[in-house]
């Protein structure tokens, strides 16, 4: 495989290949990558991946009465964040989770955990292929 190709590009692509899966022989190298990405994945949503505050949304408006029309004004709070460092885990192991078969999560999620739940959501599938081929190749010989 290394002597295959001398561009920088596809000699990086190379050098990626092996030093996740070992050419796609080494299924413990690809489950380990897959096991260090679910654990930086829940340690970033646990840290910065649900927001600190509830959402709240407010409507405003008039509604028609036998007395005549009245205003009226409502505060919606929608959901209450997770603020407990276990529930912070529970919920970022269960997103984690989803995400590398493809689930949406269920929970409000902030920008940065939407970016780190779309990453997942790539490479999660892809080691696991690794591993798939790497085991397959092995039951093979």
Avoid: C, H
């Avoid at 070992?22 to 829940?42: C, E, H, Q």
């Amino acid at each position: 495989m290394r002597r295959a190709s001398s561009r920088g590009a596809d000699r990086a692509l190379l050098w990626l290949y092996w030093s996740l899966s070992g050419y796609g022989l080494r299924a413990r190298r690809a489950l380990a990558w897959v096991l260090l990405v679910a654990v930086l994945s829940i340690a970033g949503m646990t840290v910065f991946g649900f927001p600190q505050t509830a959402k709240q949304q407010r409507a405003t408006g008039t509604i028609a009465t036998p007395t005549g029309p009245q205003a009226i004004d409502l505060t919606i709070q929608q959901s209450e964040p997770v603020i407990p460092l276990a529930e912070r885990l529970e919920k970022a192991a269960e997103v984690t989770v989803n995400a590398v078969i493809f689930r949406n999560p269920d929970a409000e999620l902030t920008t940065p955990g939407r970016y780190l739940n779309i990453t997942v959501r790539v490479l999660g599938p892809i080691l696991l292929g690794l591993a798939i081929l790497a085991i397959r190749n092995q039951v093979k010989r």
